[in-house]
């Protein structure tokens, strides 16, 4: 699932696709492609490193309702943990 920009100048539509913290940190985890018709209950088990969560907090930030950087890497820290991820070697 992607989220989509529209964006409509002199009735011109140019789209440009916005992807989610999930999305994110699944092409971090390096994740194969899989048809979600097919394939059920995936674990995605992978580890990521706290450089990668921040990275992926900085291109977030923008969007985060946290008011602070800090505040972001928590809530990528809380969907690793949705997702099933560990980070460092640890459970976020």
Known sequence: ???VKLTVINRQASVEFVPS???LIM????????DRKVEKDVVHDGNL?????V???RSLRS???ALTLAGTVCEILGTCFSIGC???NEHP
């Open 55 to 57: 990275d992926i907090a």
């Open 27 to 34: 092409k971090a985890l390096d994740e194969p492609y899989r």
């Open 1 to 3: 699932k992607v989220m």
């Open 21 to 23: 913290s999930s999305a």
């Open 63 to 65: 969007r985060s309702m």
């Open 86 to 88: 560990t980070v460092n």
């Open 49 to 53: 490193t706290l450089d990668q969560v």
